[in-house]
């Protein structure tokens, strides 16, 4: 079974920091693609950041220039770091990334997502 195992989130001040990480069970399952979501409470799922195979990078506008998503190739993972944070931002974050099995089917997968609170 296809695992997304992440962690980071918690509680920070306005202005704060946060790294979340996505880790894959890299036994069955290589990532191709990866991306971070958010859902606030009432609103929809929306993206974050996503990061392709050969590291090209997309942000939501509201992100950019104080969130920064990376990927380490040889742990199977991704990575969500959020600087100067704000109140908005809060949500639960959730990890999804594409990629091949270990038996050549093409899946996508999601994390079991992480609570993200800021406090102003």
Not at 6 to 16: H, Y
Not at 94 to 105: H, L, Q
Request: aromatic fraction near 8%; hydrophobic fraction near 30%; glycine fraction near 14%.
């Amino acid at each position: 079974q296809v695992q997304l195992v992440e962690s980071g989130g918690g509680l920070v001040q306005a202005g704060g920091s946060l790294r979340l990480s996505c880790t894959a069970n890299g036994s069955i399952f290589t990532i191709n693609v990866g991306g971070w979501y958010r859902q606030a409470p009432g609103k929809q799922r929306e993206l974050v950041a996503g990061i392709s195979s050969r590291g090209s990078t997309n942000y939501q506008d509201s992100v950019k220039g104080r969130f920064t998503i990376s990927r380490d190739n040889a742990k199977n993972a991704t990575y969500l770091q959020m600087n100067s944070l704000r109140p908005e931002d809060t949500a639960v974050y959730y990890c999804n990334a594409e990629g091949r099995t270990s038996t050549g089917d093409y899946v996508t997968v999601w994390g079991q997502g992480t609570q993200v609170t800021v406090s102003s």
